[in-house]
C-alpha cells in the first residue's frame, strides 16, 4: 500500500531534550516536506527536500534540522524544543516532474513541557 | 492581502443542500490549483485538482475563474460524510522555485446535518 508513515503519532516532552520524528514514503518520491498545524495558522511549511541530500528553508525553518541521506527518509530534527513548537506535525511526499499532488502521513501530535 | 483566502465558516447545512466554498488567491502567476479535505485531526487528503475548463467528480465540481483570481467547489446533495474542512491549495507561480511551492489556505469548515 502507498503510504506515508510518521513515528511517534504522539510525544510529550520536556523543554531542551532533543527529538526527531521519522518520516518514511514508499512511493518512490523525489519531493517531501514537513508541515507544522496551528489553529488560525494553517498548514506552514518547515522544511523541503527536492532529492536526496538537497534541503531547503520553507517557511517557519527556526528550531528545526532536516536530513534526506535516502531517497524514502526525510527526519524531522529539534534539537532544542521549545513550548512554541507544541504543534501538529505532518510530512508529505509527492513526485517530482511537475506532479504537484501530496501525499501527507498520518501526523504527530507533540507537546512541549 | 493573504496570499490565499477563504471564509472559515463554519458552513451549516442540512442533508442534501448543496453547498459553495469560494477561495481567492493573490498570485495571478499561480497554475495549480487543488481542493484537499481535511477530517479532524487527520491529515489532508486531495479532493481533487482545479482544471482552467472547470471539473467535476461526482457531487463535487470545481471551478477557477483567473480573471477574477478565485476557485470554488461546489458540493450537491450534501452527506454527513462531507463534513470535515475544505482546503484551497494554490501553487506559488511560474518561477523554477515558486512553482513548486504551495500555498495553502485555513480552510473552510463545514458541517452536514441530519
Known amino acids: 500500500e502507498a503510504q506515508v508513515t510518521q513515528n511517534p503519532r504522539y510525544l510529550i516532552t520536556v523543554t531542551g531534550k532533543k527529538l526527531t520524528v521519522t518520516c518514511s514514503q514508499n512511493?518512490?518520491?523525489?519531493?517531501m516536506s514537513w508541515y507544522r498545524q496551528d489553529p488560525g495558522l494553517g498548514l506552514r511549511q518547515i522544511y523541503y527536500?527536492?532529492?536526496?541530500?538537497?534541503?531547503d528553508k520553507g517557511d517557519v525553518p527556526e528550531g528545526y534540522k532536516v536530513s534526506r541521506k535516502e531517497k524514502r527518509n526525510f527526519p524531522l530534527i529539534l534539537e532544542s524544543p521549545s513550548p512554541n513548537q507544541t504543534s501538529l506535525y505532518f510530512c508529505?511526499?509527492?513526485?517530482?516532474?511537475?506532479?504537484?499532488?501530496?501525499?501527507f502521513g498520518p501526523g504527530t501530535r507533540l507537546l512541549v513541557l | 492581502r493573504k496570499e490565499v483566502e477563504q471564509d472559515p465558516g463554519p458552513f451549516n447545512v442540512p442533508e442534501g443542500a448543496t453547498v459553495a466554498f469560494n477561495c481567492t488567491y493573490s498570485?495571478?502567476?499561480?497554475?495549480?490549483f487543488f481542493w484537499y479535505r481535511q477530517d479532524c485531526r487527520k491529515e489532508p487528503k486531495l479532493l481533487m485538482s482545479?482544471?482552467?475548463?472547470?471539473n467535476e467528480d461526482g457531487r463535487f465540481t470545481a471551478q477557477l475563474n483567473r480573471a477574477s483570481q478565485y476557485i470554488s467547489l461546489l458540493i450537491r446533495d450534501s452527506k454527513l460524510s462531507d463534513s470535515a474542512t475544505y482546503l484551497c491549495?494554490?501553487?506559488?507561480?511560474?518561477?523554477?522555485?515558486?512553482?513548486?511551492?504551495?500555498?495553502w489556505g485555513l480552510g473552510t469548515s463545514l458541517a452536514v446535518n441530519p
Open positions: 508529505a511526499s509527492r513526485a517530482g516532474g511537475g506532479q504537484q499532488t501530496q501525499y
Open positions: 491549495v494554490v501553487n506559488g507561480g511560474t518561477n523554477a522555485g515558486n512553482n513548486r511551492k504551495l500555498i
Open positions: 527536500s527536492m532529492n536526496v541530500e538537497v534541503t
Open positions: 498570485n495571478s502567476a499561480s497554475q495549480s
Open positions: 482545479v482544471y482552467s475548463s472547470g
Open positions: 512511493m518512490n518520491h523525489e519531493y
